[in-house]
């Protein structure tokens, strides 16, 4: 629903169209460990419902953008963060409760964790924080999040094994499958595919596709073709600078206003 | 590349030199270790041949008799295993409670480095000097006399930075990637130790704690300015009372007691790390049963 539409507003980066609400809103954001800026002065805004691609090469601050939205800056010595980010148009550095804004936030990072604990309370682990006790309730909560992370074949029948055993691959999954158990408004998605095989990428990627008529989806990513594939607009990171925000597929076929953009897309760079 | 080459598995000189090198290292490391236990198998031998002909279950369970000639070292075991439970009762909650704050909660500033320098510094006092500071705050001050409670108070200050120091070590062992997927889901510091740092590091923390508090049932002057006797005919009735104590009962036999057989300080002695060890033991056991229950 929203990609045939975001076309119609191709035009705009920054404010978005009084007709898309924005989900996120990032103002003027700069972020700075110590004395090294890892983001500059960044303005852009996600859309409701839409699947938000970031690309960019290493060292161009988008993890470290990821970790400003849900607040873990906290955790992280020396990380300093400066400008705006507005969350379902609360701004996230008044926020009295944290907690509240990252639970509404799932993220999954690059390198899967599964928790010392067995797969299905892995699962329930959120559901539980949130004071779910019923244990009809939760069943019913882990075989959605595991089915919905295209897992629940392969783990049915050891849900009470250690989830850190499992391969790394499906331990991604878990942690997806963890994160879909927090019933996130803000789905965040951070080189998922690092650790997992081909086919399960593209398994993935459905079920991305599929989620995006109820959460909204930030995907960074290193494969820009994975960008093309699944997001409707797209962000293009370079040194802590957003070069560009556009529609995707004007960026993959050339409409960019900015001559970086395409090399980065046709894999000319440095 | 599609031919193989006929000499690529055979031993070069650098890879023969290099597994030369290697068993002489492992050999050293050997001797080493070997070197490590002898003085363990000794001191064992000696106290099994010299002592062992003292232990009976008369020895155990009796009190000494004839300015502690003949009898046994029941009031000395049974004080020991006082000192030491009330020592454990008394620093393992406030050493792991304050070990869970510095590691889990406290930044990293100058204050907090402060107090873990302090640790590591009160760790390295000489029992001694805690043994006159239990001797001025407990005895004296808060008027508790020389009594169970004066010595395991002393006994657990004396432990107290142990404690910090292995129940740190086992948190610090839990990946902090563990704790950050957790915070990401909105938990907060406590639902996050609870959930998943503590299952993780609870069988460390407990062996830890207990190995090292168990080392305390072989000091002396910590307890014997606070709560230890040489000799009483009554067995301790609450932690007011004094005791005898098996290290204290030890130093007095082997040197204070003239004409006194050769066998009886060797069997106090043998008595004492047999305790110690038994300590360890349901520690370890205790381990391996928890280990059973939740693998990771
Ligand atoms: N915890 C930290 N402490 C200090 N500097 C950091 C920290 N995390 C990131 N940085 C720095 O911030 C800059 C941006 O890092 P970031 O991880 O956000 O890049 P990225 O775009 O995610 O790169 P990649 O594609 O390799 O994941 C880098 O220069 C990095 O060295
Ligand atoms: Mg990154």
Known sequence: ?270 | MATANPTMFQASDLNQHNERVQRRYQLLFGLMTLLLITPVLLILGTLVVKGGGAISWEFLLTAPTDGMRTGGVFPALLGTIWLVTVALLLSVPIGVFAAIYLSEYAGDNWFTRMINLAIINLAGVPSIVHALFGLGAFVLFFRFGTSILAASLTLAVMTMPVVIVATRESLQAVPQAFREACWNMGATRWQTIRRVVLPNSITGILTGVILEVSRTAGETAPIMFTGAVFFTPFLPQSVFDQTMALSLHLFVAATQVPGMAEEIPFGVALVLIALVLTMNSVSIAFRMWLRGKKKW
């Open chain 1, 1 to 270: 629903m929203v990609s045939s539409g975001a076309a119609a507003v191709a035009s705009d980066t920054g404010a978005p169209a009084d007709n898309f609400p924005s989900k996120l809103e990032i103002r003027n954001l700069t972020i700075r460990y110590g004395h090294t800026v890892a983001l500059r002065g960044v303005n852009l805004a996600v859309r409701e419902h839409e699947i938000f691609g970031i690309i960019g090469p290493a060292n161009a601050g988008k993890t470290s953008l990821l970790k400003a939205i849900n607040r873990m800056d906290v955790f992280t010595s020396g990380m300093k963060v400066d400008g705006e980010i507005r969350f379902n148009g609360r701004d996230t550095s008044r926020l009295s409760n944290v907690y509240a804004l990252r639970s509404r936030i799932g993220v999954v990072f690059p390198l899967p964790v599964g928790l010392p604990m067995t797969v299905y309370d892995n699962v329930a682990l959120s559901p539980r924080l949130r004071g779910i006790k019923s244990k009809a309730d939760l069943d019913v909560i882990v075989q959605r999040c595991l089915t919905r992370a295209a897992l629940w074949d392969e783990v049915k029948d050891r849900l009470h094994a250690l989830g850190s055993l499992l391969s790394g691959g499906q331990q991604q999954r878990l942690t997806i499958a963890r994160a879909l158990s927090q019933e996130p408004d803000l789905l965040m998605l951070d080189e998922f595919s690092i650790a997992v095989d081909p086919v399960t990428t593209m398994r993935i990627e459905d079920v991305l596709k599929e989620l995006r008529q109820e959460v909204t989806i930030l995907l960074v990513t290193n494969l820009v073709q994975q960008a093309r594939r699944l997001a409707d607009r797209t962000a293009f990171f370079l040194n802590g600078e957003c070069v560009e925000v556009g529609v995707t597929e004007d960026l993959f076929t050339g409409e960019v206003k900015d001559q970086r953009t395409r090399d980065y897309v046709e894999g000319r760079f440095g």
